[in-house]
């Protein structure tokens, strides 16, 4: 799946995990998100780019995706992700907006990359 004008495999998943995306839906199960471990590499791509990453546009790179889930110990993981990759979907289509923040509730763009939003997270973890 190319990313940003280079090719990105997905076999990167599989091994050099470094850190951790969490999604989850407001009014949703909070048991029910999303959580997926990235290389290191794509934390200077924007959260729109990984967004577009983690739910490709077609059924084929989709299932590519898939085949990585843990679903031995979770089964509904599939479904979960299904659900994110319908709803990453209808925004593209303009069918709904969607917003972002970090788990402090501070809102993140689209455009912000990985690294500024973790850096946000730091310092939010460190407030006291």
């Not at 490709?56 to 989709?62: E, G, H, I, M, N």
């Not at 990359?113 to 006291?128: F, P, R, Y």
Request: charged content about 25%.
């Amino acid at each position: 799946m190319p990313m940003g004008g280079e090719e990105t495999s997905l076999d990167v998943l599989e091994s050099d995990q470094v850190w951790v995306l969490k999604l989850v839906l407001d009014g949703m199960d909070p048991n029910d998100f999303l959580e997926v471990k990235l290389p290191k590499h794509l934390v200077h791509y924007s959260l729109d780019q990984v967004l577009d990453y983690l739910f490709p546009r077609t059924f084929a790179d989709q299932t590519k995706i898939e085949r990585l889930l843990d679903t031995d110990s979770n089964p509904d993981l599939t479904d979960i992700y299904f659900i994110f990759s319908d709803i990453w979907d209808e925004y593209h289509r303009g069918l709904c907006v969607l917003s972002f923040s970090t788990e402090w509730d501070n809102p993140l763009k689209l455009s912000n990359t990985i690294s500024q939003a973790m850096c946000a997270c730091l310092k939010e973890s460190n407030v006291g």
